[in-house]
């Protein structure tokens, strides 16, 4: 997938508003969705602490549309300079795919693989299979 420009907070957020807005209410109480908002998500993303000599790797056991990925990306970026990140985001809901891939498109400091499938189940799967989960 091309790189694409890099997304602001403000195209995030009205991102996330619009997946809210489209999702029904049950479904989302029944699947546990909830939508970071962006100021969370920075916020959040303000705790992390780099360290000069290490890889940099995120988990994102539900990644929706990209938000706190985005805000990871974002914080190490100007935190630590241009490095790249290898991030794994994982989102079930199919009807979030194109945003989510969206918002990954133009994040230029990071790698990411989308798992389309439970956390969770995902990696008892593993797990009970012996394997170590990434």
């Known amino acids: 997938m091309a790189r694409m420009e890099p997304v602001s907070a403000e195209v995030l957020e009205n991102r996330r508003l619009r997946a809210t807005r489209d999702l029904d209410r049950q479904h989302r109480a029944a699947m546990g969705q909830f939508f970071t908002p962006a100021p969370i998500a920075r916020y959040m993303a303000s705790m992390l602490e780099f360290s000069d000599d290490e890889e940099l790797h995120l988990l994102d056991p539900g990644a929706g549309i990209g938000l706190l990925t985005a805000a990871a990306a974002q914080y190490a970026e100007t935190s630590c300079g241009h490095r790249t990140i ?10 979030f795919q194109a945003d989510l891939h969206e918002t990954l498109a133009g994040l230029r400091n990071v790698v990411a693989t989308v798992e389309p499938t439970d956390f969770i189940e995902h990696t008892v799967r593993l797990l009970c299979a012996g394997e170590k989960p990434n």
Do not use: N, V
């Not at 290898?86 to 009807?95: N, V």
């Open 86 to 95: 290898a991030a794994t985001c994982y989102e079930l809901e199919s009807a």
